[in-house]
């Protein structure tokens, strides 16, 4: 009985099922296929809905490029700013020259990626579902970011074909009609300060939104744009022209491009939404805790955002923090190098290398290991983990080992190695190279001396490969806008207002005899970005608008005797082409007055062995072949 | 089914369709018969050759003492230096652009490369004494219409090994453009540094750096006993 049940359901399902399926295969074909996929969007439903619309921005954002950024430490180690500890990452101090090709930006992705831009701006202006107020501001995004995307590829290529409208091939075979010669360099810069002064007003102007555009992310970039354009036209270089314009920028119109780089850094400065992040009154937690406070920072303009628990989290903290409190075995990749470390001045506005030694020669010796840091920038210590100072409350370890009365050194080859019988009249066991090394040739130790703090995330479980980071990527700050006005007032000859502008920052950073008018040189307006945004990604750019690159990057090999009492640290010109270290060892003299006081050695990493080279042509990245051969009308860059 | 695996197996076993390529094609860079001695590794002209799909260019090396050599395939290339390579000029064509010469490879084939440079170094005398090397040279200006250019600075290299530039040297005196009163007398004096493991001997060369110019013009290397 109830075999003869479950036959008949069984019987009952083919059934329903036969009967189904040929139903199904009376529809018409045209219901049949004509499905809407359940996996995306029309673009019609898309453009009803204000949220659905924001997802699609949020993708455009996304792709928004970086060079050096926390998601990829290793890219401040290819200039002088830090050494790569990191046993894959050494050849970065190993290969003599960039490749012309460095830092090119200019391939399908990219066009695909303004081509979506374009698209997205053509259907926002066709739909009419959206309130009016959400579709220009959506509109306005996708040109901010569409103007992010032109200034990047002028900075790094020249002029570019500029490409505004969504192009189609019609499958003629004949594909001429595609192809766009380079507009000028000045015409890009042109078009994204156009650009941008056209959307400002559109956008919101609120201090609170930071991760998507606003009036002052846009006057932000106007400003940044605005003097990059400014000094390639003022320190431009004969060689650095094309006769079509490509590149170069004609040096009658330096003063124009300062002018509007002033303009739109005072039209936030006077807005007065923004400030200068003060929160603790000891100036250099103040300054770490910059880059890591999300909680209403004023400081911050436009920033890339990430969220723990999702996967826009990052590990810029385990990759980088101290070894010997590490969450995981591992960190300590990027050592800040001797280069930059000594770059930061004293409080009475000098420079001067970290003194190892005396006027004579003769060694120091210091008390505590953290002596030698004393009286300089608060900037030092917020941006750098020095030796004998805590990250996390936990005191970082680095000692490269005893150095004995007649010279002898007595280190390890691990983390906090222990020998026994290797001090004298002493068989005891002891530690003889900190936690945190250094050890030449030892990834994951402070191999420079150094480790880095900037960005570095002092929540719990941050070092954790489980947990990473969500400490966001600042694009435009403050801080940069005042430098931008200093900047540009300096250049267009009014050095008051330059001292005035760059005085709020040197406050912050706790220098606080102000500078002079007269004491704002060019020299100074350099040092003063590369110690203010040392690990912020302004470098390569910084020195490639100033055309410093080739003299600062000269391939020309240095030696310790460059880092000890040198004279030319504020030099703008100062060659850096190899990144230095400054070893801590301890002096092991019993009965001396110096026993187990500190001493200094400045070292080269073995893992140094090349210097930098910055060619006349890597001052435009090259075009790809395949670039040329696909669009005849393309000129080369220059010096390739 | 066994059998079936073999054969596919076997098939790829066949030769390449070509030989490797057989031709030398060997030479100098050379101004008036003279070699143009370089950095190492940092001057290199680009051979074209047309016919087969996208372009692409073959980078052939010019060594430290102007000489270049490279296997390549029978064939009709055109040869140029890309501009601001060498530490010369290269000449334009009517539009303005680096001129190409035509080179045949059929067979090994040997040929100097005539280019135009900034300047030449003359007369050039390198030795060693008391433990310093010191270089005496006069500098010829070849280039002197619009396209001249002025010296940013003349080095005097030693090394250990036979490389000896910028990024390769144990010591260098350099001598600034704007510090030089003649061009006929230019002496320059570098103390030799202890060298690990010993050594009695040391590599020596000029080099001139010209503004503007990414790569140097150097003497022949020496070596220097002592």
Request: proline share 4%; hydrophobic share 40%.
């Amino acid at each position: 009985m109830k075999k003869t049940n479950q036959m008949r359901k069984i019987i009952y399902a083919f059934a329903a099922i036969a009967f189904l399926s040929f139903a199904q295969s009376c529809k018409k074909d045209s219901a049949f296929l004509d499905k809407q996929p359940t996996s995306t969007l029309p673009i019609d439903a898309v453009w009803k809905d204000p949220n659905l619309v924001l997802t699609v921005v949020g993708d455009l954002y996304d792709r928004y490029p970086d060079y050096q950024t926390i998601e990829a430490w290793w890219t401040f180690t290819d200039f002088d700013e830090g050494f790569a500890s990191a046993s894959g990452d050494y050849f970065r101090h190993q290969n003599l020259e960039y490749g012309y090709d460095a830092w090119r930006y200019w391939d399908m992705g990219v066009y695909g990626y303004i081509r979506d831009l374009n698209m997205f701006i053509k259907r926002g202006q066709e739909s009419t579902a959206l309130k009016a107020e959400d579709r220009d501001r959506f509109l306005a995004e996708a040109r901010f970011i569409r103007a992010g995307i032109y200034f990047e590829m002028v900075k790094r290529m020249g002029g570019v074909p500029l490409i505004t409208t969504v192009l189609d091939y019609d499958y003629s075979g004949n594909p001429s009609y595609l192809q766009f010669p380079r507009a000028k360099e000045t015409e890009i810069y042109d078009f994204v300060i156009a650009e941008l002064e056209a959307v400002k007003n559109i956008l919101p102007d609120n201090a609170t939104i930071q991760s998507r555009a606003t009036k002052a992310a846009a006057l932000a970039m106007e400003s940044r744009a605005a003097l990059y354009a400014g000094s390639i036209a003022k320190y431009s270089n004969s060689q650095l022209t094309l006769p079509g314009g490509e590149v170069g920028i004609s040096s009658s119109l330096a003063n124009a491009y300062f002018t509007k780089s002033l303009a739109a850094a005072k039209e936030i400065i006077d807005g007065g939404k923004y400030s200068l992040y003060k929160k603790n009154p000891n100036l250099s937690e103040n300054f770490a805790a910059l880059f890591t406070d999300k909680g209403s920072n004023p400081e911050v303009i436009f920033a890339k955002d990430f969220k723990l628990k999702t996967n826009k989290a990052h590990g810029f903290t385990i990759d980088n923090q101290p070894r010997s409190s590490a969450e995981e075995a591992q960190g300590g990749r990027l050592n800040p190098s001797l280069n930059l470390v000594q770059s930061f001045e004293k409080l009475d506005n000098t420079y001067a290398s970290m003194a190892s030694v005396d006027g004579s020669g003769n060694p120091v010796y210091y008390t505590n290991i953290t002596d030698i840091f004393a009286g300089r920038d608060a900037r030092l210590a917020g941006t750098v983990i020095l030796p004998g100072t805590q990250f996390k409350g936990k005191t970082v370890d680095i000692w490269a080992g005893y150095q004995l009365a007649n010279g002898t050194i007595i280190t390890g080859d691990n983390f906090g190695q222990s020998k026994s019988e290797v001090l004298p009249d002493n068989p005891a066991s002891v530690q003889v190279v900190g936690r945190d090394g250094p050890v030449d040739g030892l990834e994951f130790s402070a191999q420079s001396g150094f480790y880095v703090r900037k960005y570095l995330d002092p929540a719990t479980g941050s070092g954790q490969i489980g947990t990473r980071s969500d400490v966001w990527w600042i694009r435009y700050r403050y801080a940069e806008v005042l430098l931008n006005a200093a900047e540009a007032a300096f250049e267009l000859g009014d050095p008051t207002t330059a001292a005035n502008y760059i005085k709020q920052v040197r406050d912050r950073a706790g220098l606080t005899v102000a500078l002079t008018p007269a004491q704002i040189t060019f020299d100074r307006i350099v040092h003063e970005r590369k110690v203010e945004f040392a690990f912020e990604g302004h470098e390569l750019w910084d020195m490639k608008r100033w055309r410093l690159a080739d003299k600062v990057w000269n391939g020309s090999n240095m030696s310790a005797a460059d880092f000890i009492n040198a004279n030319n640290i504020g030099s703008a010109t100062r060659t850096s082409t190899q990144v230095f270290g400054l070893w801590p060892y301890k002096y092991y003299n019993p009965g001396n007055a110096n026993h187990l006081k500190y001493v200094f050695k400045v070292i080269k990493p073995s893992r140094v062995t090349a210097a930098h080279r910055f060619r006349i042509g890597n001052y435009y990245s090259s075009i790809g072949q395949d670039v040329l051969n696909g669009n005849p009308k393309i000129v080369r860059n220059p010096n390739q | 089914m066994i059998g079936a695996l073999i054969a596919v197996l076997f098939a790829s076993c066949k030769k390449d369709n070509y030989d490797a390529p057989q031709a030398d094609f060997t030479g100098r860079i050379v101004y008036k018969g003279e070699p143009i001695s370089v950095q190492y590794g940092q001057v290199n002209f680009e051979l074209w050759q047309s016919g087969f799909g996208n372009y692409s260019a073959i980078n052939v090396n010019v060594s430290q003492d102007g000489t270049y050599g490279a296997k390549l395939f029978n064939g009709d290339y055109k040869l140029v230096f890309s501009p601001n390579q060498g530490p010369f000029l290269w000449k334009k064509n009517a539009a303005g652009k680096q001129d190409t010469i035509a080179v045949n490879i059929n067979g090994s084939k040997t040929m100097d490369i005539e280019v135009m440079p900034y300047y030449m170094i003359r007369g050039a005398t390198i030795t060693a004494a008391a433990g310093k090397v010191n270089a005496f040279c006069k500098l010829e200006k070849i280039i002197t219409n619009a396209n001249a250019k002025d010296i940013e600075n003349v080095s005097l290299y030693i090394n250990k090994t036979q490389f000896v530039d910028g990024s390769n040297n144990i010591a260098t005196q350099q001598i600034s453009g704007a510090a030089i009163a003649d061009l006929n007398n230019l002496n320059m004096s570098v103390t030799i540094p202890g060298i690990t493991p010993t050594q009695n001997y040391v590599f020596a060369r000029i080099g001139v750096k010209i503004a503007g110019v990414d790569d140097l013009i150097f003497t022949p290397v020496s070596k220097l006993s002592f």
